[in-house]
Every structure is written in C-alpha cells, then in structure tokens.
C-alpha cells in the first residue's frame, strides 16, 4: 500500500468508516491539537463571512511563516489560548464556511503535477473516535458531501504557483518577489487596489467586462492575482500585454 508519510493512500473509490459528532468525547479535539492552514481561497470565502478586509482578517486570525520547504509564505489560523479562535463550547462557529482542510478531514490530499485529482490520503489517527463510528463513505462521496468542489479548483490554481516555483525557481525568490507573493495570494484588497490604481491596467489586456467582474468579484480577482503572478514572477504566458 502506498503511504505519504505514515498515511495510506486511497483512490475515489476506496471506502472508509468515520462520522464526527458532538456525542463523541473526541469532539472538536483536532481543532486543538492540529495547526490549521489556510489556502488564499479559504481567505476570501472567512473575509467575506465576517465582514473584514483581508488585511484586518490577517492581522487578527492569522500567523505567517516561510515554508521551509518550498521557500513560500503560508498562511495558518492563529491559536488564541491554545485553540482555532472560532471554536467555541458547542462547536465551530464559522461550520458553513470552514477551511478546506476542516472540510476534508480525515482526509488529507496533496496536489500532484501528473494527476488530476491529486492524491487522497486517509489520517487514520488512534485519538480519533469517529473511526469508530459505523457510517461508510467513498473516499468520492465525502469530498462532495463536504462542499469542497469549489474550493478544491481554487485551491489547485494556487498549487500551480507551487510546482512553478519549485520548477522554475527551486533557489528562492526575493525580498521583493516574497511580498508580491503574499500581497497578491493573502491580502486580496491590496492586490485589487494595485490592479485598479497602478499602470497595471496601461500594461495588461483586460476587457471591461473583466475589469469590472474583478472589481465585484473576489474569486475573479484571485484567479487574476494567480494569473499575475505565473506571468511576473515564473515567465507563463497568462496575461497578455498592451502594445
């Protein structure tokens, strides 16, 4: 069996028992234990809910590390008083909108440059009690039962930023090329005022139907911010330029 690190693989089809629920003594558990890691997509939809700017909501909710191992910055939920600071007593308080990885577990998944879907891993750990549990699921029938369908086309855009960097840049980028990159994947408010009031616009192709979607549209304006970045920093010919 294929495992990424102690994890088994699984396909689509494969099954699995789990069920979570506030009758287990395990309940909300992970929320404490694990570090929860947010994708730009996973951003826009908690901004959004809350009714914050991307920059207020970073500064509140949010810890920003480099990666080590793929020289990026990433975004994780910042624990207040040792928990995620939107669980409460009686559970998450943002359920409807939680991040994909909240939606996917016990599932894992890493994207993969030579699959489609990527790759599904089941996180099968012995403090969890909803294994337990006798409720049967298809690895398939979760991921559409947990409304990740939308998150996961967006959050595969952004993990083309990943393999572009590692192919095309595997030393690193600068100072500079770092800010760009957080700017324009996490802090979505500034990245659309530098689309809309620099010479951005003077220098790219874009109609006024996308100019004005991008302005309204907070998932438009990331897949441009993606698109801009592939073009900036890794050469991809994502953008066209004005003549």
Wanted: some cysteine.
């Amino acid at each position: 069996m294929k495992k990424i690190g102690n994890w088994p693989v699984v396909s689509l089809k494969d099954k699995f028992q789990f069920s979570c629920h506030k009758g287990l003594p395990c309940f909300t558990q992970c929320c404490l234990r694990l570090e929860i890691s947010l994708t730009p997509y996973d951003i826009v939809c908690l901004k959004r809910v809350l009714n914050m700017s991307s920059e207020d909501f970073l500064e509140k909710y949010t810890q920003i590390k480099i990666s080590e191992k793929i020289g990026l910055p990433m975004v994780a939920l910042k624990k207040i008083k040792g928990k995620c600071p939107f669980l409460e007593n009686d559970g998450c308080q943002i359920y409807v909108h939680r991040p994909s990885v909240c939606r996917l577990y016990p599932l894992g998944h890493a994207f993969s440059a030579t699959r489609k879907e990527g790759v599904y891993f089941l996180l099968k750990e012995p403090e969890c009690l909803g294994f337990k549990e006798k409720k049967t699921w298809t690895v398939a029938h979760w991921i559409e039962s947990q409304g990740l369908q939308g998150y996961q086309k967006m959050n595969k855009d952004f993990s083309e930023l990943i393999f572009l960097k590692t192919k095309f840049r595997p030393h690193g980028l600068t100072t500079q090329e770092t800010k760009m990159f957080f700017m324009s994947c996490y802090n979505l408010d500034a990245f659309k005022e530098f689309v809309l009031k620099s010479s951005f616009l003077q220098r790219f192709i874009l109609t006024k139907k996308e100019i004005k979607k991008i302005s309204k549209d907070d998932e438009a304006l990331l897949q441009l911010a993606f698109k801009w970045l592939k073009f900036a920093l890794f050469g991809q010919p994502t953008l066209r330029c004005q003549r």
